[in-house]
C-alpha cells in the first residue's frame, strides 16, 4: 500500500512539472510514463485518467489555499495585518510549489464538468476571503473608498503572477516578495494617516 501511495505521488510530480512546462494538452499518458521509465500502459495500473492527474493536482493546490490563507481573513487584527499575512501565506505557498501553482492557475480549465465547477467554486470562495478583508478595511476607514471586488482582483494577480518569475535561491525569499507586495498593495488602499 505504502509504495502504491509512493508511486501515486511520484505520478502527480511528474504530471504536475509536465503540465507545468508543457501544458496539460501537449502532455500525454505515454510521456509521464517514459519520465518514470514506464510502459504507458501500466501507467494505467496506478491511474485512471490524465485528467484524474490534473484533478489532484488542481484540488490539493486549491484546498491549501483555502485551508492556508482564507482563514486568516475572520481572525482578529487590523484588515492591513489580516491582508499582508493572507498575501505573505499566498506566496509561500507559491514559492513552495512553483509547478502545482502553475497548473492550477492556467491548467484548471481543461478539467470536465464537475471538477471545473468545483475549482471556480473554490476560486470564488477564496477571492471571497479577500474581498471581506478589504471591505472591513474600508467600513472602518482603514482603507480608503475603493470596491472591494475589484481590490481583491488586484491584490490576486499580483500575487497569482508570482510563479512567472520566482524562482528558489533567487535574489529574494519569498518573504520578501510578499513583504515587498504587501507594501506596494497597501500604499495603494490605506489612507495616508494609515501608512
Request: proline share 3%.
Amino acid at each position: 500500500m505504502a509504495e502504491q501511495i509512493a508511486r501515486r505521488e511520484q505520478i502527480r510530480e511528474v504530471a504536475g512539472s509536465l503540465f507545468s512546462e508543457r501544458g496539460y494538452h501537449a502532455t500525454t499518458v505515454r510521456g509521464i510514463a517514459r519520465e518514470l521509465n514506464l510502459q504507458g500502459g501500466s501507467l494505467y495500473a496506478h491511474i485512471a485518467s490524465k485528467e484524474d492527474v490534473l484533478w489532484e493536482i488542481v484540488e490539493r493546490a486549491a484546498r491549501e489555499f483555502l485551508e492556508r490563507v482564507a482563514p486568516i481573513a475572520s481572525e482578529r487584527g487590523s484588515a492591513s495585518e489580516r491582508l499582508t499575512r493572507m498575501i505573505a501565506e499566498h506566496v509561500r505557498i507559491v514559492a513552495g510549489h512553483t509547478s502545482d501553482a502553475t497548473v492550477f492557475f492556467h491548467e484548471w480549465r481543461f478539467l470536465g464538468g464537475e471538477r471545473r465547477q468545483r475549482v471556480i467554486e473554490q476560486r470564488d470562495a477564496y477571492e471571497a476571503a479577500f474581498r471581506k478583508v478589504i471591505s472591513e478595511g474600508v467600513r472602518s476607514g482603514e482603507f480608503r473608498p475603493a470596491d472591494p471586488k475589484l481590490a481583491a482582483l488586484a491584490v490576486l494577480s499580483t500575487v497569482n503572477w508570482t510563479y512567472q518569475w520566482y524562482r528558489p535561491g533567487g535574489e529574494l525569499a519569498p518573504d520578501e516578495v510578499a513583504a515587498g507586495f504587501a507594501d506596494l498593495l497597501l500604499r495603494g488602499l490605506c489612507k495616508e494617516d494609515e501608512r
